[in-house]
């Protein structure tokens, strides 16, 4: 296969469906650790296509939404300064602060630019050696390789006036503290492809045994993800609960070293703050001590900053899989991707936004309920429901 039409072919999609559906005989809960797989399933209708023994959890897997509210607060003081010009991927200036978002800063005079990499950030530097340039640096092992060659980038070159706003995590760490909560339904985990194709697998074997879970490596098409669930099932029903990958076009079982020797020597691990869900040790990286003249909290003397996340938001509790976006109350009525609460409602990848955007205001749509498990496929990988 080599083009994403063949991915969402609506063919192979109920070859995909039956076997899961000739498959199953008791219930099981999955999680999709990827917010572009949250993304996926609920746009193409996929977990109500689904047999109703099987439910897919959404996880913690978007970057936006588990950046905590004291970083953003932190962004947002540093972007303010007079001399700062302060660099973003646009999917972050919506994300609402305690009392305001990176937009309004921009409307009350700062220099908030949206940029397209962070090696457009440490250009911006080269051309304004009298400003200082930041870069927010967010997101899972996807992202970081990047933020670390950057940072490496300017030590190398000596380009003083640019630091790095970090708050990366990983995503192994999160998984670890998902299965020792007490509340913890999952069973089986869709591992996202694009994390593994940067780290590998080496980190999953052991969570896999150690929780009997299992874990399978999972793209984000429909396709992907029907044949993510259908492969997991297959464990589950067996009594199985290894690694699996099932997205070996993108993923080696080493990943890529040169992109983890990067990440080795600009960040060290350290714990992390997620948004809504407290501290997780060990699921985070900092810039290391070769590097820390280049980290943007202590260059600006914000790292005193706490703040407390808003009572009237339920984000974490969606992040964490225990409840569903639309079952939040503020959900549609005072949490809009207009007016948000939380980053959840906003991201690209948030949860929140995929079921306001393909109307999930009760949980359900028109395309998929009323499809009997027998329907064609068709009903939810052709029809995008946005109403």
């Known amino acids: 296969m080599k083009y994403i039409d063949e991915f969402q072919d609506p063919a192979l999609a109920r070859r995909l469906l039956d076997d899961i559906h000739a498959t199953v005989t008791r219930p099981w809960a999955l999680m999709e650790v990827c917010g572009g797989q949250t993304h996926s399933i609920i746009r193409h209708g996929i977990d109500q296509l689904l047999p109703e023994q099987v439910e897919l959890i959404h996880g913690p897997g978007c970057p936006v939404c588990v950046t905590p509210l004291e970083v953003i607060d932190k ?56 400003r200082e340039v930041v870069f927010f640096g967010i997101g ?29 995590v990983r995503v192994p760490p999160a998984i670890e503290a998902i299965m020792q909560s007490p509340d913890c339904r999952v069973q089986a985990f869709l591992a996202a492809g694009h994390v593994c194709s940067v780290m590998g697998v080496a980190e999953y074997p052991a969570l896999a045994e150690r929780y009997r879970v299992p874990i399978v490596v999972t793209g984000f098409e429909p396709l992907d993800v029907l044949e993510g669930v259908r492969r997991a099932v297959r464990q589950l029903e067996r009594g ?50 070769r590097y820390r003249a280049y980290d943007a909290e202590l260059r600006f003397s914000v790292e005193a900053i706490a703040t407390r996340e808003p009572a009237e938001c339920r984000s974490g509790e969606v992040l964490q899989g225990l409840i569903k976006p639309h079952q939040c109350e503020a959900f549609g009525t005072t949490c809009t991707p207009r007016n948000p609460l939380g980053a959840t409602m906003v991201s690209s990848e948030g949860a929140c936004a995929a079921y306001y955007l393909y109307r999930r205001l009760g949980g359900t749509t028109t395309a998929a309920t009323t499809a009997p498990p027998t329907a064609p496929v068709t009903t939810a990988v052709e029809a995008s429901p946005v109403g």
């Open 75 to 130: 962004a947002l003081e540093i972007a303010s300064r007079p001399n700062v010009i302060f660099c973003s991927f646009g999917d972050m200036l919506r994300v609402p602060g305690s009392g305001r978002d990176l937009f309004r800063v921009r409307s009350e005079g700062g220099d908030v630019r949206v940029v397209y990499s962070p090696l457009d950030a440490l250009r911006i530097a080269q051309q304004n050696p009298d």
């Open 140 to 168: 899972f092992e996807t992202t970081a390789p990047p933020n670390a060659m950057t940072v490496y980038q300017a030590r190398r070159l000596g380009i003083r006036n640019f630091s790095l706003l970090v708050s990366h």
């Open 240 to 289: 199985e609960h290894t690694v699996d990958n099932a997205y070996a076009r993108a993923v080696r079982e080493e990943g890529n070293p040169a992109a983890q020797a990067m990440l080795a020597d600009v960040f060290e691990v350290t714990d992390r703050a997620w948004r809504g869900i407290g501290t997780i040790p060990g699921s985070g990286w900092r810039l290391s001590e």
